[in-house]
């Protein structure tokens, strides 16, 4: 306990070499589970306000039960701080959120009250754990009101249950739906002629490629610790080929497009049913943007072909292409089916297929350029995939890549978020 007292108190001494000590000491976490829960408590008490992201990455080491002992001592160290506060106790509980919310689900009525993380995107997100009771107390709370609070609205559609999500229509779709179509856009679903529909699959997969692959450099202390979702774990849903370039060209610059997930098995839990089979790409030189994505018609046989069609007749010499590999797609443990590209520090393997996405600063589903309905997610690739060469990709600045999928219309369109 000592010990960990006077590592976590060398963060205010030691500054920059502290995260590389700090990613040593998470090794020796790994390797001797029984001093992990001691070390996050102690962690916590000595950094108090400071937010400090290696330590919310190091709670992915800890067990649910550990985590669950965690979020109490949390809860107890933000009695005694601000309404609204922010720092490690508060860090606790946005991790716990992410990863277990069940753990907070006997806090929440008392985190109503304290409302840790309020001024931050992730303050609503411990309504993940809301369980039946906690939302009947929610309405109970709402109706109390003249008219129910819009907070109230985040913390039903949060809690993403079919009974949190009918009580936050009866409350707010009267008064005003289009702002309850963009709160549920947060939770990965749209109101649509008065149903609320899901733009997003339950299935969640992650898309895992070996470290030689990626260029791992072991000698950088960075890399020492390896996040659970790095991981090749099991037998994979599918195998897929992945980077290269099609025979397709841009319809905008006329490069050849890029090759991502050739997909089969996974595809109807996903929601894709109208192709036994598709081959998704994008354009690395357009990459597309929320507002203009680029999109592409699939052919029976899964084929992409760019929308509109290619009208540059002179072929391009350009050359930027992602190395050829062959890619796991590996179903995703419960922990890890929520993740976040803030708090996951660049530690966290964010190629993912399915489930919500990880944006950035958006929730941007895009329309079909076909039916003009709003197209699911299906998924996302982060930055650092290495190119042909020496170089790696990286998706405007540090972003991400999303891709989403009409399935009447056999229509896919791919964006890119900058952070
Ligand atoms: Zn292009
Ligand atoms: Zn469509």
């Given at each position: 306990?000592?010990?960990?007292?006077?590592?976590?108190?060398?963060?205010?001494?030691?500054?920059?070499?502290?995260?590389?000590?700090?990613?040593?000491?998470?090794?020796?976490?790994?390797?001797?589970?029984?001093?992990?829960?001691?070390?996050?408590?102690?962690?916590?008490?000595?950094?108090?306000?400071?937010?400090?992201?290696?330590?919310?990455?190091?709670?992915?080491?800890?067990?649910?039960?550990?985590?669950?002992?965690?979020?109490?001592?949390?809860?107890?160290?933000?009695?005694?701080?601000?309404?609204?506060?922010?720092?490690?106790?508060?860090?606790?509980?946005?991790?716990?959120?992410?990863?277990?919310?069940?753990?907070?689900?006997?806090?929440?009525p008392e985190l109503f009250q304290l409302l840790p993380n309020e001024a931050a995107y992730y303050g609503e997100w411990p309504w993940r754990g809301a369980d039946s009771s906690e939302?009947?107390?929610?309405?109970?709370?709402?109706?109390?009101?003249?008219?129910?609070?819009?907070?109230?609205?985040?913390?039903?559609?949060?809690?993403?249950?079919?009974?949190?999500?009918?009580?936050?229509?009866?409350?707010?779709?009267?008064?005003?739906?289009?702002?309850?179509?963009?709160?549920?856009?947060?939770?990965?679903?749209?109101?649509?002629?008065?149903?609320?529909?899901?733009?997003?699959?339950?299935?969640?997969?992650?898309?895992?490629?070996?470290?030689?692959?990626?260029?791992?450099?072991?000698?950088?202390?960075?890399?020492?610790?390896?996040?659970?979702?790095?991981?090749?774990?099991?037998?994979?849903?599918?195998?897929?080929?992945?980077?290269?370039?099609?025979?397709?060209?841009?319809?905008?610059?006329?490069?050849?497009?890029?090759?991502?997930?050739?997909?089969?098995?996974?595809?109807?839990?996903?929601?894709?049913?109208?192709?036994?089979?598709?081959?998704?790409?994008?354009?690395?030189?357009?990459?597309?943007?929320?507002?203009?994505?680029?999109?592409?018609?699939?052919?029976?046989?899964?084929?992409?072909?760019?929308?509109?069609?290619?009208?540059?007749?002179?072929?391009?010499?350009?050359?930027?292409?992602?190395?050829?590999?062959?890619?796991?797609?590996?179903?995703?443990?419960?922990?890890?089916?929520?993740?976040?590209?803030?708090?996951?520090?660049?530690?966290?393997?964010?190629?993912?297929?399915?489930?919500?996405?990880?944006?950035?600063?958006?929730?941007?589903?895009?329309?079909?350029?076909?039916?003009?309905?709003?197209?699911?997610?299906?998924?996302?690739?982060?930055?650092?995939?290495?190119?042909?060469?020496?170089?790696?990709?990286?998706?405007?600045?540090?972003?991400?890549?999303?891709?989403?999928?009409?399935?009447?219309?056999?229509?896919?369109?791919?964006?890119?978020?900058?952070?």
């Amino acid at each position: 306990m000592k010990d960990g007292l006077k590592f976590w108190n060398g963060y205010r001494a030691d500054g920059l070499d502290f995260v590389r000590s700090h990613v040593e000491e998470l090794t020796r976490l790994a390797l001797r589970p029984e001093t992990r829960l001691p070390f996050a408590v102690e962690g916590m008490r000595a950094l108090g306000p400071i937010t400090l992201p290696f330590y919310g990455e190091s709670l992915s080491l800890l067990a649910p039960r550990e985590l669950e002992v965690l979020a109490g001592e949390a809860v107890t160290l933000l009695r005694r701080t601000e309404r609204g506060s922010r720092g490690a106790a508060a860090a606790v509980i946005a991790h716990a959120s992410l990863q277990v919310p069940s753990v907070l689900t006997p806090h929440l009525p008392e985190l109503f009250q304290l409302l840790p993380n309020e001024a931050a995107y992730y303050g609503e997100w411990p309504w993940r754990g809301a369980d039946s009771s906690e939302v009947a107390r929610l309405g109970t709370v709402a109706r109390k009101a003249e008219e129910p609070p819009w907070h109230l609205c985040g913390f039903l559609v949060g809690a993403r249950s079919d009974e949190a999500l009918a009580l936050a229509q009866r409350l707010f779709a009267p008064i005003d739906s289009p702002r309850l179509d963009r709160v549920l856009r947060q939770v990965g679903r749209e109101l649509v002629d008065h149903r609320i529909r899901p733009l997003t699959s339950e299935a969640v997969f992650h898309v895992v490629f070996d470290d030689d692959y990626l260029r791992v450099d072991y000698s950088d202390p960075e890399h020492v610790w390896t996040h659970p979702t790095l991981l090749a774990e099991g037998l994979p849903a599918e195998r897929s080929p992945f980077g290269g370039v099609l025979a397709e060209r841009c319809g905008r610059c006329a490069t050849p497009l890029a090759r991502l997930l050739e997909l089969s098995a996974i595809l109807p839990e996903l929601g894709v049913h109208s192709r036994s089979q598709v081959q998704f790409a994008t354009c690395l030189w357009c990459q597309g943007s929320a507002e203009a994505p680029l999109y592409f018609s699939h052919d029976e046989s899964g084929t992409p072909a760019s929308l509109p069609e290619v009208r540059v007749s002179q072929p391009s010499t350009r050359h930027l292409r992602l190395n050829e590999t062959v890619a796991r797609v590996q179903r995703t443990r419960q922990r890890w089916r929520f993740q976040d590209w803030g708090l996951s520090t660049h530690r966290q393997n964010l190629h993912r297929v399915g489930g919500e996405p990880t944006f950035i600063g958006q929730y941007v589903y895009p329309r079909c350029p076909r039916c003009s309905g709003r197209m699911p997610f299906l998924l996302q690739f982060d930055s650092w995939l290495p190119l042909e060469g020496d170089a790696f990709l990286h998706w405007g600045g540090e972003g991400l890549a999303y891709l989403f999928w009409c399935d009447p219309c056999a229509t896919s369109a791919t964006f890119v978020e900058s952070p």
